[in-house]
């Protein structure tokens, strides 16, 4: 007896009208409709947001196994003392490792079979440390390149447009021309096939390959010169950051354009994002439309109970007082809602990479299909912040539906509401 004594009064009471059995059940209908409909809205928000975190990241994953964080170019993509820029940036606050390589174009011929590429100049054991292009190896090894051995490493998509399998000879046909006496003629190389990589981005893997850096300087006649400088941070979130503190670091040392991982796939990354934005308003929608179901419910339950309004007014309870009982009793439903929708969005996230599976051999379906999607298991990434925003989110939505009928039943005349009583 004592607790109720000390609680408010207006909370009281509405905790009171939540609890009781109705006599109308048709409102208790309505009210757990709109409880389930909050919760199956929160639920659908954490999911799909923590499932659109995984693309994203999983994806990034992808997108810097072959990229870097940051890279250091010259002009005419030609950078002279790279050895030198190297050391100096490898001491620079959060820079872990550098790279140089050489990238150009070229064509590379077997048979009958033409596929233009990318050409990418590297030194095996740099670029292992700034990306981790060794752990998509489908065939053989990044240190296979060795230089003056002329080996190559392709892509899985290019090499099944050209038609080759590891130790196969394919012949790099580079457009910078030499001049003959017969005119201007493609420098041409013979390649041996000594690896295979697959990062699961169509982009690269149908259209680029890598050399030792050596012999990329040989075929593009580059001497000791480089294209540029790769670099790999402690924090990849970082890079903009870093980018603009290395640029003050070098300035009046040369002429270098710095470039980071978010300029070099800005459409794409504000594509995703743009996509996870639109998706969190279309769910919020639903959650909305159940919070607004309070409104129902509470004008139902405000014309239910004028005689208890009227006999609480006549007792000296305030129009506030009223407002503030309907206001507890529908915040209730939201909240209800919005925990118990939080909670199985959560654990459907946390556990989504197992629940897909078992209802992929329970139906006999598969979502992903391996031989159409790169990505054939759905990613999920729980992000707090965002569970935290769609719960705030929600509790607000209820909390505004509940104002109006409030705000009714505070305004109804107790003599009035008792007259035919």
Not at 81 to 90: A, K
Not at 144 to 153: A, D, R, S, T
């Amino acid at each position: 007896m004592t607790f109720f004594k000390q609680i408010p009064f207006e909370l009281f009471v509405g905790l009171r009208y939540t609890r009781a059995k109705r006599r109308n059940h048709f409102i208790s209908f309505i009210s757990l409709t709109s409880m389930v409909g909050i919760g199956l809205g929160v639920t659908a928000l954490v999911v799909v947001l923590s499932v659109m975190n995984g693309f994203q990241e999983e994806l990034r994953n992808r997108i810097l196994g072959v990229a870097s964080h940051l890279q250091i170019t010259g002009p005419n993509n030609v950078l002279e003392d790279w050895r030198t820029l190297e050391q100096r940036v490898e001491g620079a606050p959060h820079v872990q490792a550098a790279a140089p390589y050489v990238m150009a174009q070229g064509m590379l011929s077997f048979g009958q079979a033409v596929q233009g590429a990318i050409i990418r100049g590297v030194l095996p054991d740099a670029e292992d440390k700034v990306a981790e292009l060794g752990s998509h190896m489908r065939a053989g090894q990044l240190s296979n390149l060795k230089p003056g051995e002329f080996g190559v490493v392709l892509g899985s998509e290019l090499a099944q447009s050209l038609g080759v399998v590891l130790g196969d000879k394919v012949v790099l046909m580079a457009p910078q021309g030499q001049f003959t006496p017969t005119g201007v003629v493609p420098r041409i190389k013979q390649f041996k096939v000594v690896g295979l990589f697959e990062i699961g981005m169509f982009e690269y893997d149908s259209g680029l390959a890598l050399i030792h850096l050596d012999d990329a300087a040989k075929l593009y006649r580059m001497g000791e010169t480089v294209s540029g400088v790769r670099l790999k941070l402690d924090d990849l979130f970082n890079a903009p950051a870093v980018a603009q503190q290395l640029g003050q670091r070098l300035m009046g040392v040369g002429n270098y354009y710095i470039s980071d991982w978010t300029q070099q796939h800005a459409n794409f990354f504000r594509a995703i994002q743009m996509e996870k934005r639109v998706m969190f308003i279309i769910l919020a929608l639903i959650v909305a439309v159940a919070a607004f179901n309070i409104v129902s419910t509470l004008v139902m339950a405000v014309t239910d109970k004028r005689a208890d309004i009227a006999i609480m007014r006549t007792f000296g309870a305030s129009p506030r007082s009223i407002m503030q009982i309907f206001i507890v009793q529908g915040a209730l439903i939201g909240v209800i809602g919005t925990v118990v929708g939080a909670f199985f969005g959560v654990l459907i996230a946390l556990n989504i990479e197992a629940i897909v599976p078992f209802i992929e051999r329970m139906f006999g379906v598969q979502f992903l299909a391996k031989d159409v999607y790169y990505i054939s298991d759905l990613p999920s990434k729980l992000m707090w912040s965002d569970v935290t925003v769609i719960v705030v989110l929600s509790f607000v939505l209820s909390l505004l539906a509940t104002l109006y009928p409030s705000w009714r039943a505070a305004r109804i005349n107790p003599a009035e509401a008792l007259r035919y009583e």
